[in-house]
């Protein structure tokens, strides 16, 4: 079964810090990978999607990283801005079925 | 397209009701999802259909909770008896096959 873990569970960072939120997840056999943002009480924001292939992807201020070997993504928010405050969620999808598996979330405040 | 639609956005309800939460995916999409987010254990799948047919409902809790799926355009997910502990957060989600995954506002389910 796969396993999804996110590290830290919270953080707290001063504006204008760049934030580095890790994914580790527990079988390589992925098809893709997807981050979220969910804003208090609101739904899920897909802000990136990595296919196996990719090693990252990139949007505006977010890049994500892939290592499938090692069963690690990492998302970077350059200049955090107040924001950026949200619960980050990341979730992968095995290789032959199209149901995702969520870590449980990095909750990160932007310190003005 | 308006994206996933449930409803309703929010639903208290007394212990032993039932509770039926609705979901419309987004037009072309071949799976949807329902899942169900706590503090305690995050986001869990309970239910996923693929061209309208259920194709893994592994994470249904019990026999209290059923999912349809009449047609490619609506979902229902029911529980009857609804108890305090499916107190949630309910999502439902679309996706094209093998894709990048879009969720619904959800529904805030209290039971009481």
């Known amino acids: 079964k796969q396993e999804v873990t996110q590290i830290p569970a919270a953080l707290s960072v001063p504006e204008g810090e760049n934030l580095v939120l890790n994914c580790s997840f527990t079988?390589?056999?992925?098809?893709?990978l997807q981050w979220f943002r969910q804003d208090p009480g609101k739904g899920l924001t897909s802000l990136l999607l990595i296919q196996s292939s990719q090693r990252e992807q990139t949007s505006g201020r977010l890049n994500a990283s892939l290592d499938k070997s090692s069963g690690r993504s990492t998302l970077y928010i350059a200049a955090s801005q107040p924001g950026d405050s949200a619960t980050y969620l990341c979730a992968v999808r095995p290789r032959g079925n199209n149901r995702l598996a969520f870590g449980k979330g990095n909750q990160v405040v932007v310190i003005p | 397209d308006a994206g996933v639609i449930q409803s309703p956005r929010h639903e208290v309800t007394e212990m032993g009701q039932e509770v039926t939460l609705r979901c419309k995916p987004i037009s072309g999409h071949n799976s949807l999802f329902w899942y169900r987010q706590t503090m305690m254990r995050g986001l869990e799948l309970l239910i996923y259909?693929?061209?309208?047919?259920?194709?893994?409902d592994s994470g249904m809790p019990e026999d209290r909770f059923s999912a349809k799926m009449p047609n490619a355009s609506f979902s229902t997910l029911k529980i009857q008896p609804s108890e305090p502990r499916d107190s949630a957060v309910y999502f439902c989600?679309?996706?094209?096959?093998?894709?990048?995954?879009?969720f619904g506002q959800g529904t805030r389910l209290t039971v009481v």
């Open positions: 079988d390589s056999a992925i098809y893709n």
């Open positions: 989600a679309s996706s094209p096959r093998i894709g990048e995954a879009f």
């Open positions: 259909f693929n061209n309208n047919v259920p194709i893994d």
